[in-house]
């Protein structure tokens, strides 16, 4: 048996999200097909994140275990055959030791939220960005987003269907950046609660569009209440960048 790292590109739009569902198509399902019809093998793929319905990857780690004999590279380019005409592709593939787990080996994850900031309607973009018609604030997004740097209780961030043990996570960074008309919202840590990046990035949102002040991030980071919540953002714009490992 030999484990394999990969590392996934997906267009979120047309899944449920990351893991299998009942109800609609995940991005597990179609690569665990793909790699059932490349090897005859039913297999587990093991995710570093699990992306909700919608949002995007363009760095996904993950591993899955194979019993017959494959290169890294022709299983590569055997899943990309299978894994058509969904919009995902297996851009690496590499063999890891057999301790090493996608998400019980991860260090950090990274992920950033995209904005475009204008009044015309979005074309090919549709679906792939949050579009915001009035002219937002960058740096008071910034600065406000330095108050949930650290490690905080982020229940008010925290979808009610999160199932995580504990409230408490320690987030890494939180940047806002502007380039033309379009923001950057970047999010680093160990792990992330259920809808905490697109929490944030919708309160920063709220900054930045003069709804609220920079201290109401705070204030709503104190309550450690989901009803403090300013405004959850769309999935649209949210992509899983990478992810770190030792």
């Given at each position: ?9 997906y ?7 990351w ?6 198509p995940s991005?597990?399902?179609?690569v665990?097909?793909a790699?059932?019809?490349?090897t005859?093998?039913?297999?587990v ?11 995007h ?6 591993h ?5 004999p ?15 005409p ?17 998400r ?9 939220y995209?904005?475009v ?8 973009e549709?679906?792939l ?9 960058a ?6 987003a330095?108050?949930l ?14 199932q995580?043990?504990?409230p408490?996570?320690s ?7 502007r380039e ?18 697109r929490?944030?990035v ?12 920079v201290?109401?991030?705070a ?14 953002a769309p ?12």
């Amino acid at each position: 048996m030999t484990r394999f790292a990969l590392t996934i590109e997906y267009d979120g739009r047309p899944f449920m999200g990351w893991q299998r569902q009942n109800h609609g198509p995940s991005i597990q399902q179609a690569v665990e097909e793909a790699a059932f019809a490349v090897t005859g093998e039913t297999v587990v793929v093991h995710a570093a994140g699990r992306t909700d319905a919608g949002v995007h990857a363009s760095g996904m780690r993950a591993h899955l275990d194979i019993g017959r004999p494959i290169s890294a590279f022709r299983l590569m380019e055997a899943l990309n055959a299978r894994v058509r005409p969904h919009p995902v592709a297996i851009v690496d593939c590499v063999e890891v030791p057999d301790d090493w787990h996608a998400r019980f080996s991860c260090l950090a994850r990274h992920y950033e939220y995209r904005i475009v900031n204008r009044r015309a309607p979005l074309t090919w973009e549709k679906g792939l960005a949050w579009r915001i018609a009035a002219e937002l604030d960058a740096e008071a997004m910034h600065a406000a987003a330095q108050a949930l740097v650290g490690q905080h209780d982020f229940t008010t961030f925290r979808s009610v269907h999160c199932q995580s043990a504990s409230p408490l996570k320690s987030l890494d960074r939180l940047d806002v950046t502007r380039e033309g008309n379009r923001l950057l919202v970047r999010a680093s840590a160990r792990s992330f609660l259920h809808h905490q990046v697109r929490s944030m990035v919708g309160c920063l949102a709220l900054v930045g569009d003069g709804k609220w002040a920079v201290s109401d991030v705070a204030r709503a980071l104190e309550a450690r209440d989901r009803a403090a919540l300013g405004l959850n953002a769309p999935s649209d714009g949210l992509y899983f960048l990478r992810a770190d490992y030792p």
